[in-house]
């Protein structure tokens, strides 16, 4: 039986950081910020299937956009940093016809098109003709911040979006990153999306983490309990994946929630708190007037058992 979690509070004022402009769309009910890595694009996959949960889409819609999206975040793993190492961006805005994904990069990514010419005649760019065929509408950009946004709306007649929680008035800070460049930021909608979404993306990064199965089970709670949490704030979770190790910081959150989320963080059939049963470490920071859930979960292959300790200062 795993022992339980101390759950300790932090004042480090690095915790949170003032809130940036948004670089898209604020109505995004799914924003992942990542490297430009050609294994982050499965990332990508597993969050665009986790929205196809939500909404109920067809197979058929699910396949266009699941390829279409993949050769777009391609071309800024390709060419948008020429080799080097940089932000990607992916948005989805799921409404109940249609469902639109931005991908943005701030390098050389894909020219914008001259001339009058189509957004798919626009340069060489990898895959831009599939993107035209398989989208309804296709549009490459030239942001203000340098860089390409490439735009892709898709058709989905048959999606049965699930109702939209209310949507507070005013925005949270964002999380600071960490000493580290995280792996993955998601920023998501509470609901149906966080059910669906978290658990795909928190399994693919354990399977990176070379989880053991047992392990991966346990993550999977700990996203699904996330998922089904109470509260209309967007779930804002930064996460950053280690051998064997994944440290996953949610926030900011109003103060108080980050306890509320883990006493509440139960499961039909798991008796009291997920979070606390499952994670290594579970750390409240506050920052003032707001806070961010830390949680850390290891996989020690061969040391599990009652005598593993839970907290780490």
């Known amino acids: 039986m795993r022992l339980r979690a101390a ?3 932090s004042s480090d004022p690095r915790s949170i950081r003032a809130s940036a402009p948004p670089l898209m769309a ?7 910020q990542l490297a430009n890595r050609p294994e982050n694009v499965m990332l990508v996959r597993e969050a665009l299937t986790g929205v196809a949960d939500a909404f109920a889409l067809d197979l058929g819609d699910l396949i266009d956009i699941h390829t279409a999206v993949t050769e777009a975040c391609n071309n800024v793993v390709q060419h948008a940093y020429a080799g080097e190492e940089g932000p990607l961006e992916v948005v989805v805005e799921p409404a109940p016809d249609a469902v639109t994904v931005v991908v943005r990069d701030w390098g050389v990514g894909i020219p914008a098109p001259h001339g009058g010419a189509a957004a798919h005649e ?5 895959g831009l003709t599939a ?3 398989l989208s309804q509408r296709l549009d490459l950009r030239r942001p203000a911040g340098g860089g390409t946004e ?5 058709a989905t007649l048959g999606a049965r979006p699930p109702r939209p929680r209310a949507t507070p008035a005013a925005a949270l800070p964002a999380i600071a990153p960490p000493a580290r460049a995280p792996t993955i930021a998601l920023t998501v909608t509470p609901g149906a999306l966080a059910r669906t979404v978290l658990p795909r993306l928190m399994c693919g990064l354990a399977a990176r983490a070379h989880f053991s199965t047992d392990r991966l ?3 999977h709670l700990i996203a699904d309990a996330l998922g089904a949490s109470a509260g209309v704030a967007p779930l804002h979770t930064v996460a950053d994946v ?6 996953l910081r949610i926030g900011p959150l109003e103060r108080g929630r980050g306890e509320r989320l883990v006493a509440d963080s139960s499961l039909d059939g798991l008796g009291g708190s997920v979070i606390a049963k499952l994670v290594d470490r579970c750390q409240v920071e506050r920052a003032g007037s707001y806070e961010v859930l830390a949680l850390r979960l290891m ?3 061969g040391a599990a058992g009652p005598d593993r300790a839970k907290f780490v200062p």
């Open 7 to 9: 759950v300790k509070r």
């Open 299 to 301: 996989d020690e292959r």
């Open 217 to 219: 089970s346990d993550l």
């Open 26 to 32: 604020e109505r995004a009910n799914v924003r992942l």
């Open 122 to 126: 626009a340069g060489p760019g990898i």
């Open 150 to 154: 490439v735009r892709m709306e898709f």
């Open 131 to 133: 993107i035209h065929t």
């Open 242 to 247: 280690q051998p064997r190790a994944l440290e």
